[in-house]
């Protein structure tokens, strides 16, 4: 039973990697094929995944980020921010080739208002696991999204402390909400 439980849980670890929820699974990209799927599922449970500073870092806001996307490239992104209550909104609209490439400048513009509202201990958190599992370097990064984890980890140098979380959609669901409004 142990071992179902735990092929069950590489495939449902890698249904949130491959599948997002604007796309369907012959939309998403396609995965390097020597991705360890026990590898995803212990990064998956093994956050915070601190970019800068560490454990230890006081009175961290949170900021909840996602992204929505149509197959006309039209993305909305969203983010949220707390610190014991909610603080903060923000929307905007973009354009993204795929939705990781949403997800992604989803993040940029999340850590970029955290910055400018004068956040320095961030702790960024979006359910999308396939671009925390790019960040940290877990799985090959897609060529279309080099530049934007590049821009992503040069922002979060910024902070004092900064570090980025995974978490379920239905945790996630303002700034999700935040995100499907940009695009009305």
């Known amino acids: 039973m142990s071992a179902l439980n ?23 990209p396609l995965l390097d094929s020597s991705l360890d799927f026990g590898l995803a599922k212990r990064i998956r449970n093994s956050f915070p995944y601190w970019i800068v500073g560490g454990p230890g870092c006081e009175n961290v806001y949170t900021v909840k ?3 929505a996307w149509r197959a006309d ?11 014991g ?4 909104i923000a929307h905007a609209r973009s354009f993204a080739s795929s939705v990781l490439h949403a997800e992604g400048n ?3 513009m999340a850590l970029k208002w955290a910055l400018d509202e004068g956040y320095l201990h961030v702790r960024l958190v979006t359910d999308c696991l396939n671009l925390v599992m790019q960040v940290v370097g877990a799985e090959k990064a897609f060529a279309s999204v080099n530049c934007i984890i590049h821009d992503f980890k040069s922002i979060a140098s910024h902070f004092h ?3 980025l979380s995974f978490c379920s959609r239905g945790v996630n669901r ?11």
């Open 73 to 83: 490239r039209s993305s909305g992104m969203g983010g949220a921010c707390y610190n």
């Open 6 to 28: 735990s092929i069950f849980g590489d495939i449902q670890c890698m249904n949130d990697v491959v599948c997002s929820k604007d796309a369907s699974l012959s939309q998403a």
């Open 161 to 163: 402390c900064c570090s």
């Open 65 to 67: 980020c996602d992204a």
């Open 85 to 88: 209550t909610l603080r903060n």
């Open 174 to 184: 303002i700034a999700h909400n935040l995100a499907q409004e940009a695009l009305l």
């Open 106 to 108: 989803a993040a940029i």
